[in-house]
């Protein structure tokens, strides 16, 4: 086992979770059995007769990435205890519990002080019950802030009127820890006492707690629908799933919720707004592992300050000085001086033969626009990598690429080597963006990768320029010079969220911005207002229509676009064919004449291949 520092994270947990997903760890109780310990003894008790297995474990979750490890406690109380004959134990068990967890995470993560419910039900319970019950929380939590926990987890609670208990005892006996109260609902959504989890939200905000939380119950699926209600009490969210309903196989009980199905689950946790994610009953390193992971590439490719590790960092990264913006490629220089530039989509079609693409891309360079882009499998498909289209433009016409890359389909290493290999054979413009799931193409069943996203991306690609790799090191030879694009979805439903993204994504280093295609001037307008405070250059996307049928589904079934009525309308009153296409580009054109004095580019995206579009398009554009 590693020798762990005894220094505790540097920023207070409230702290890191204002910057960053934080990731829990798993199981406990389920692994201890998988490791010869029978189920008929107490786990706590270990903290004390088997202080190895139970660090063993600490250390593995920390080094499968977790940020927060919780003690060995759940069970520590007089209530629980008492069936061993342990009950005067309280105090040892939880204060070792807490020292253990604590010399494991060191400074690379954060302790929690696991407390879980006495077994009373308030409703039949005495009260001279309850007020043992009472003192014994009391007794844990003073027993856990002393050993060194960092907040307080009142877990698997069913009961608002037990965990209140808990909550008032903790605030007594640790006034200095924030206490996050997570509950378990029942396959029906709602706790043992009937509580929907709206309510349950409710009650547990305004009786003071910081963070909110949802564990243990029947599976992801669960939890993540119990933690979508709970969200709207605007506390701080933690959402700690079992793997799946046990079964028993060969007379063991086994958890059958894969760890690459909670990483799917976990996405889905922090998109629906978790701040915290983990695992509970039957979860393993391997699940956490994978759940970090998603964290890291939702959260853009790090760590947070208290659980950082070598081969990640959102800090600026040290290194060589970038070059300057107007000397890293010959977009670059038109961009930094100010001109405005055209850039048009070109893909090779499905297959081996790139040379229909090849010419479109040589005719539009002649006709003036400035660059070629493409695609990095667009709405997932196979074909030619863009990377090798890329290098016959350069190497055949001396035509200058923008090169998308995606998170899809390379790890961090194959990303790395990506980016390499195009800054070595002259490719400097970058798109980065997350990437379409296989899903959606021609091969469902394909592996996503996804180590990082475009925040990720964009901050790899921008610490490349400075001449480091993504460990830190110094890259042998230099620094890239990349020029970096980032996309910006002006038609998103959650308009906040998507600007949010993207000065994230300014401050991880990119440099300029391409749209989606817009239709709708005002809406453009009311974007480029939000976003003036970022002074990036934005190439607006314009798409001309080709058929009312085109509009519609655009519209209807393509995430982030919106098309204004009155424009389907107006294609619905010519018919299909030339007439439709005419008034497609005508509206195009307006539509892009009418803002190029607010914007510095045009990225055109020509549908089904018709590249003569995009040149009536842009007639008299750079001229009128």
């Keep these: 086992?590693?020798?762990?520092?005894?220094?505790?994270?540097?920023?207070?947990?409230?702290?890191?979770?204002?910057?960053?997903?934080?990731?829990?760890?798993?199981?406990?109780?389920?692994?201890?059995?998988?490791?010869?310990?029978?189920?008929?003894?107490?786990?706590?008790?270990?903290?004390?007769?088997?202080?190895?297995?139970?660090?063993?474990?600490?250390?593995?979750?920390?080094?499968?990435?977790?940020?927060?490890?919780?003690?060995?406690?759940?069970?520590?109380?007089?209530?629980?205890?008492?069936?061993?004959?342990?009950?005067?134990?309280?105090?040892?068990?939880?204060?070792?519990?807490?020292?253990?967890?604590?010399?494991?995470?060191?400074?690379?993560?954060?302790?929690?002080?696991?407390?879980?419910?006495?077994?009373?039900?308030?409703?039949?319970?005495?009260?001279?019950?309850?007020?043992?019950?009472?003192?014994?929380?009391?007794?844990?939590?003073?027993?856990?802030?002393?050993?060194?926990?960092?907040?307080?987890?009142?877990?698997?609670?069913?009961?608002?009127?037990?965990?209140?208990?808990?909550?008032?005892?903790?605030?007594?006996?640790?006034?200095?820890?924030?206490?996050?109260?997570?509950?378990?609902?029942?396959?029906?959504?709602?706790?043992?006492?009937?509580?929907?989890?709206?309510?349950?939200?409710?009650?547990?905000?305004?009786?003071?707690?910081?963070?909110?939380?949802?564990?243990?119950?029947?599976?992801?699926?669960?939890?993540?629908?119990?933690?979508?209600?709970?969200?709207?009490?605007?506390?701080?969210?933690?959402?700690?799933?079992?793997?799946?309903?046990p079964r028993t196989v060969d007379g063991r009980q086994l958890y059958m919720a894969t760890p690459e199905y909670f990483d799917v689950f976990a996405r889905r946790m922090i998109q629906a707004g978790a701040a915290m994610i983990g695992g509970c009953c039957g979860t393993t390193p391997e699940h956490v592992r994978w759940m970090a992971k998603s964290a890291r590439m939702l959260r853009g490719g790090a760590a947070p300050e208290a659980a950082a590790r070598p081969h990640v960092t959102m800090d600026a990264p040290t290194g060589l000085e970038p070059t300057p913006l107007g000397e890293r490629s010959p977009l670059a220089a038109k961009i930094a001086a100010g001109k405005?530039?055209?850039?048009?989509?070109?893909?090779?079609?499905?297959?081996?033969?790139?040379?229909?693409?090849?010419?479109?891309?040589?005719?539009?360079?002649?006709?003036?626009?400035?660059?070629?882009?493409?695609?990095?499998?667009?709405r997932a498909t196979a074909r030619m990598t863009n990377l090798a289209f890329c290098s016959l433009l350069v190497q055949r016409y001396g035509i200058e690429p923008i090169l998308h890359v995606c998170g899809r389909d390379r790890n961090l290493i194959g990303q790395m080597a990506h980016l390499l290999g195009a800054h070595a054979i002259g490719i400097k413009n970058l798109v980065i963006i997350t990437g379409d799931p296989p899903k959606v193409g021609d091969y469902p069943e394909a592996t996503a990768v996804y180590d990082l996203d475009s925040i990720g991306l964009l901050h790899m690609a921008s610490t490349m320029n400075r001449g480091l790799d993504p460990a830190g090191k110094p890259i042998p030879g230099g620094k890239t010079s990349f020029l970096l694009a980032t996309g910006l979805e002006p038609g998103a439903q959650d308009l906040d969220k998507e600007i949010a993204r993207l000065e994230r994504k300014r401050a991880a280093g990119a440099d300029i911005i391409m749209t989606q295609p817009v239709f709708h001037q005002d809406l453009l307008e009311k974007v480029l207002r939000r976003i003036e405070h970022l002074g990036m250059p934005v190439l607006v996307g314009v798409l001309p229509l080709v058929s009312h049928k085109n509009a519609e589904f655009l519209h209807n079934e393509v995430p982030g676009m919106q098309i204004p009525e009155e424009i389907r309308e107006r294609m619905r009153k010519v018919p299909a064919g030339p007439e439709a296409r005419k008034e497609g580009v005508k509206i195009a054109r307006e539509m892009l004449f009418s803002v190029r004095d607010r914007v510095q580019g045009a990225y055109l995206m020509p549908p089904l291949g018709k590249y003569e579009l995009a040149l009536e398009v842009l007639d008299g554009l750079k001229t009128g």
């Design 1 to 245: 086992m590693r020798t762990m520092s005894r220094t505790r994270p540097e920023a207070p947990f409230l702290d890191a979770l204002r910057r960053s997903i934080l990731v829990f760890d798993g199981a406990m109780g389920s692994l201890l059995y998988e490791r010869g310990v029978f189920v008929t003894q107490n786990f706590e008790q270990l903290n004390v007769a088997r202080p190895d297995l139970v660090k063993k474990i600490h250390a593995e979750y920390v080094a499968a990435g977790a940020n927060v490890i919780e003690t060995n406690t759940f069970g520590a109380n007089r209530f629980r205890l008492e069936r061993y004959g342990l009950v005067n134990e309280v105090r040892n068990f939880n204060l070792a519990g807490a020292r253990l967890a604590r010399e494991i995470a060191g400074g690379d993560a954060y302790v929690a002080g696991s407390i879980g419910p006495t077994g009373l039900v308030p409703g039949v319970a005495t009260r001279d019950d309850l007020a043992a019950a009472s003192a014994t929380f009391a007794e844990q939590a003073g027993a856990l802030a002393e050993g060194g926990a960092d907040l307080l987890i009142l877990e698997t609670f069913r009961h608002l009127d037990e965990i209140k208990l808990a909550i008032d005892a903790a605030r007594s006996a640790a006034p200095g820890l924030p206490v996050l109260a997570s509950m378990t609902f029942d396959t029906s959504g709602v706790a043992a006492d009937g509580s929907e989890p709206e309510r349950v939200a409710r009650t547990l905000r305004d009786w003071g707690v910081e963070l909110l939380g949802v564990n243990c119950g029947d599976g992801p699926q669960l939890s993540l629908a119990m933690a979508e209600r709970m969200a709207t009490a605007g506390l701080p969210l933690c959402v700690q799933p079992n793997a799946g309903l």
């Design 340 to 378: 405005f530039v055209v850039s048009v989509e070109v893909n090779p079609a499905p297959g081996l033969n790139p040379e229909s693409a090849l010419s479109a891309a040589k005719m539009l360079i002649d006709s003036g626009v400035d660059v070629v882009n493409v695609a990095d499998g667009p």
